[in-house]
């Protein structure tokens, strides 16, 4: 197994100096683990710590384990609440619906790498979140230097209790790596999370989650295969979860998407989460505290939050079809759920569906309609010749199946001039297009002029 301890595990207690104590009551205090100014006066007289506000470092790039360790406390809530919109920052996990994602086999998939963990939540709690509690967590978090990953401790204090982060703390909260440990090999930082893009089977991975030809330079969204692209949507949630740009597919959600789609290589979630989570703490500007209901379970495993206390009233919503986001849509039939994004079409069969009776057809994929509505429409993919594929957007913007040579995007493609003459631009070769059969040539148009109106929206919003 790979030693990693250079790049995340390295320890907090050989940050560099120490602030100087003085005397001196005229001068303003900062306090370890103060979560905001207003807690500044009545409360922890025993916990503060008082600290000479000229000593401050600056910390404006660079990871905040570098900076002084008695600082790092301050620097850190300096840091949150300065957030316009602070409780936006703690990104909660979701409680997956199985009877509804098992049927796409999402379930099947994370039990391949013995991470059903990840689609649960442990906490037992569905109101509140403990932001104060989580901030002061994360703000005293130390990471001392281990010999091999499952070795690996974070470790901070919730109202002078310690709560630490552990292979094992994780394990006594939920399923994650349910596997025996034999079958989990542990990848270099380099290949999860720093430089991904560097690994060997790099392009490798990227044919196998994106549409055919579709992964060259930035790595949009909607060109990921629509399993790929569930099992994306789950991930942003609760396994690598960010804030930021949805649109776009981060390098480090590469090989986490490729262990779920193939069901190897295999690694432990609990090492994901543990380095997702300190690099999150330490780098300059990510301002977000993933795992939130991890780490709300853990203070609760741990005493330091019990039945009585109580956070900001925040209702957790579980995670349902018809909850994935405004690029999808969702609709079901007596037998089938449907899942429609961005041109792409899937269902599957609900959980306890009635049996077909002798005779009786199964229900066709859609109503056909002769010009697709964009809505609701299942239709089934045309089958054209060999200058048909399957799903990909010409150009990189517009159309549903053709696959033709691959084209740069082009800003301000989908703004200039009228609809119609948009879609007109976007069609491939006239030696091509005219070969196809009328409904072939209308479901392209369509897919170009919903790609058009999604990049139009995006501006307008952006505009106002």
Known sequence: MARTKEQAGSSSSSSKGKGKQKEQPSKKRQYMGRISESES??????????????????????????????????????????LKNKAA???CEKEVDE?????????????????????????????NLFMTEIQEW?????????????????????????????????????????????????????????????????????????????????????????EAKLLHTI????????????EQVRFPEIPVLYSLMHGSPRFPVRYLIMHHLWICRNKYGRDIVPYCRIITGLMKQQKALTSEDRGLTKRHQPFTLDRLGNVWTYTQSERYHKLKSEGQRWRALKLGARELLPGEPDEPESDEELVP???????????????????????????????????????????????????????????????????ERSLFDQGTRNSASMERALKHSFDR
């Open 41 to 82: 006066e009545g409360e922890g007289e025993e916990e503060e710590m008082e600290l000479d506000p000229s000593d401050k470092p600056v910390w404006n790039s660079g990871s905040l384990d570098d900076q002084p360790e008695i600082w790092q406390p301050t620097l850190y809530n300096d840091c949150m609440n300065k």
């Open 89 to 91: 920052a703690f990104m």
């Open 99 to 127: 009877p509804q994602f098992g049927q796409f086999g999402v379930f099947a998939k994370f039990r391949t790498l013995g991470w059903e963990g990840a689609l649960k939540c442990f906490d037992k709690d569905k109101s």
């Open 138 to 226: 994360m703000a005293t978090l130390k990471c001392h230097n281990f010999n091999k990953p499952s070795q690996m401790k974070l470790i901070g204090t919730v109202h002078g209790v310690p709560v630490e982060m552990s292979y094992d703390t994780l394990k006594k909260l939920g399923k994650y790596d349910s596997l025996p440990s034999r079958e989990y090999m542990v990848p270099t930082l380099d290949d999860l999370l720093l430089k991904p893009e560097k690994h060997v089977r790099w392009n490798d991975m990227l044919a196998a989650l994106f549409l055919p030809g579709r992964y060259s330079g930035i790595l949009y969204r909607k060109n990921l295969k629509i």
């Open 235 to 246: 991930c942003l949630l609760n396994v690598i979860p960010r804030r930021g740009d949805k």
């Open 373 to 439: 509505s964009g809505d609701e429409d299942y239709a089934d993919e045309p089958q054209g010749g060999a200058n048909v594929g399957f799903g990909v957007f010409g150009g990189g913007h517009g159309g549903t199946f053709y696959d033709y040579a691959q084209q740069p995007y082009e800003p301000g493609w989908a703004y200039s001039g009228s609809m119609q003459e948009v879609i007109e631009s976007q069609r491939p070769p006239a030696a091509i297009f005219n070969t196809w059969s009328g409904s």
